[in-house]
């Protein structure tokens, strides 16, 4: 079942039960150290405030901060100095997402469920939220549009900004260019754990947060998940994925451009693709060799593939769905011939790409869908990152004086069932309104 550039290859059906274990469980990427670090610098944050930041980017990024904040003057500069055609493109990208983000805002409601008796929910933005825009070996401008516009859309109060300070004292040109693009409020120099910590319970000089968005490294996924008693977040995040079901209309080199433009994201990354016939698999397993060997980020490539890279053969597409249900991954991929009439199958993942020329590419960056996804399989519970993450409800209910007196009886049998005594005689006091 294994061999050459990837770790899996064959039939589905042939797969053990341990190797389907290991492709379904992508949860391990974190482990028990990094917790335990994490919560020492969470700690650090909580009582030393803008000191501990200060050492810890000395410390992790080997910088000395003049100030944790980035001025706006910075963020003009970086902007003015991006090559035109990436200015343009992210301008592009920026559009694209506040379109896609404008047609999902949700509205108040009010329903009468009975005469006289009206329940209604309204949505409010939050009032400031912290998007973290990764640093160091992963700069992604990209994701910072992909929290901050739809937070603006939303009407949140204030967006901040935390990312990484390169040798300068400052993110990279790009973060901060993308930053005044997608109209965010303020940019602070700091990363890892430590920014997280700062965002969730605020320092002296940055400011907390009702929700932090954004993807990480594994101190800052194991932070996020260390916060939530304090602050709001997106899904827990690890390595990338991508889940291919490919029938025989599939072109394998296309189908192998997706593999490696996952499998390029980190070592962990986990790249798998479910084809209708052994001979359709072995086309794609060879194109996704071939690919392999010219790739430029080559060790990771190599890596992800070799410990997480599967290519398996199925003998129809109804074979292939309880694995995609089980896999539930960060993005399915359908290279079929006819794959929206195939989308009612799917109920389990973070985004589907509709067709081999829909390419994740396209959707990680202009296609205004938002790349912040659930991996590891939490697709099954949660959502990509929406402009419905950037709000909480107002709930109401009022009641007339006629419904009062109807519902006193029954909510006090009730009460009297659960010995909330008081409960019923509140609403007994009704029964003559």
Request: hydrophobic fraction near 45%; proline fraction near 5%; charge should be negative.
């Amino acid at each position: 079942m294994s061999g050459g550039t990837l770790k899996y290859r064959g039939a589905l059906s042939a797969l053990s039960a341990e190797a389907r274990r290991r492709l379904l469980d992508r949860t391990g990427t974190s482990d028990s150290q990094v917790a335990a670090r994490t919560r020492e610098l969470i700690a650090r944050v909580r009582q030393d405030g803008d000191a501990a930041l200060r050492a810890l980017a000395l410390q992790f990024d080997r910088v000395q901060l003049s100030s944790l904040e980035v001025p706006r003057a910075r963020w003009e500069e970086a902007l003015a100095s991006l090559e035109p055609k990436v200015r343009t493109a992210l301008e592009r990208a920026a559009r694209n997402i506040a379109t896609a983000h404008a047609a999902q805002k949700p509205q108040a409601i009010e329903v009468e469920t009975e005469p006289g008796i009206v329940v209604g929910r309204r949505p409010d933005p939050l009032g400031r939220v912290g998007v973290y825009a990764p640093g160091g070996r992963a700069v992604y401008p990209s994701s910072v549009l992909m929290g901050v516009v739809p937070a603006k859309v939303a009407g949140v109060g204030e967006v901040i900004v935390c990312s990484p300070p390169g040798p300068e004292g400052l993110p990279s040109a790009g973060v901060l260019a993308a930053a005044l693009l997608a109209g965010a409020d303020r940019v602070f120099a700091l990363g890892g754990a430590g920014a997280v910590a700062a965002m969730a319970y605020g320092t002296q000089s940055v400011p907390r947060v009702d929700r932090i968005v954004g993807p990480g490294n594994a101190y800052v996924a194991a932070a996020k998940l260390q916060v939530v008693d304090a602050v709001a977040i997106d899904a827990p995040a690890g390595p990338s994925e991508i889940l291919v079901v490919a029938d025989g209309s599939a072109d394998p080199e296309a189908i192998a451009r997706e593999m490696l433009a996952q499998a390029e994201h980190d070592p962990d990354a986990c790249c798998v693709t479910l084809a209708v016939g052994e001979a359709q698999a072995e086309a794609v397993a060879q194109a996704v060799e071939r690919a392999a060997a010219r790739a430029r980020r080559q060790e990771i490539v190599s890596t992800s593939l070799k410990e997480r890279g599967a290519v398996l053969s199925v003998g129809s597409l109804e074979e292939a769905w309880p694995f995609v249900s089980d896999f539930a991954p960060e993005h399915l991929l359908l290279a079929t011939a006819a794959p929206q009439e195939h989308l009612g199958r799917v109920r389990h993942c973070g985004t589907v790409f509709l067709g081999e020329r829909a390419s994740v590419a396209f959707g990680d960056y202009m296609t205004g869908a938002n790349h912040v996804l659930p991996t590891a399989g939490l697709g099954r519970a949660y959502s990509g990152l929406s402009v419905l993450d950037f709000y909480r409800w107002t709930a109401w209910q009022r009641v007339e004086r006629e419904a009062a007196a109807r519902l006193a009886e029954d909510v006090g049998t009730l009460a009297d069932s659960e010995g909330l005594f008081a409960h019923a005689d509140a609403a007994r006091a009704w029964r003559n309104a």
